[in-house]
Nanobody, 122 residues
Framework: QVQLVESGGGLVQAGGSLRLSCAAS????????MGWFRQGLGKEREFVAC???????YYGDSVKGRFTISRDSAKNTAYLQMNSLKVEDTAVYSC????????????????WGQGTQVTVSS
């Protein structure tokens, strides 16, 4: 059974940084596309970033230049480094795994973590 477990969320002041981790277990991680999505209170789910199995990366417009996604296949873990955080980045962040190289559509992801809360204070 596939499991994705996020960690690293928390409370941070605006301008600060956090690094989220997503540990995968249960199946071969290296062939997946790994994505991060977020959902703020009362908002729709938003694509944040993804990294394909070839380590190509893509970002949502709102996080370009501030967030960096990466993966370590030896550790079966994906990361999201978030810098210059803004109040509007406050959301539940979820990682997801997909067997396709298409990144931005959450409906193409087969596996999801439970999410981790990120709160950015002013």
């Amino acid at each position: 059974q596939v499991q994705l477990v996020e960690s690293g969320g928390g409370l941070v002041q605006a301008g600060g940084s956090l690094r989220l981790s997503c540990a995968a277990s249960g199946r071969t991680f290296s062939s997946w596309t790994m994505g991060w999505f977020r959902q703020g209170l009362g908002k729709e789910r938003e694509f944040v970033a993804c990294v394909t199995h070839r380590s190509n990366t893509y970002y949502g417009d709102s996080v370009k230049g501030r967030f960096t996604i990466s993966r370590d296949s030896a550790k079966n873990t994906a990361y999201l480094q978030m810098n210059s955080l803004k109040v509007e980045d406050t959301a539940v962040y979820s990682c997801a795994g997909s067997n396709t190289p298409i990144c931005g559509n959450p409906r193409l992801y087969d596996y999801w973590g439970q999410g981790t809360q990120v709160t950015v204070s002013s």
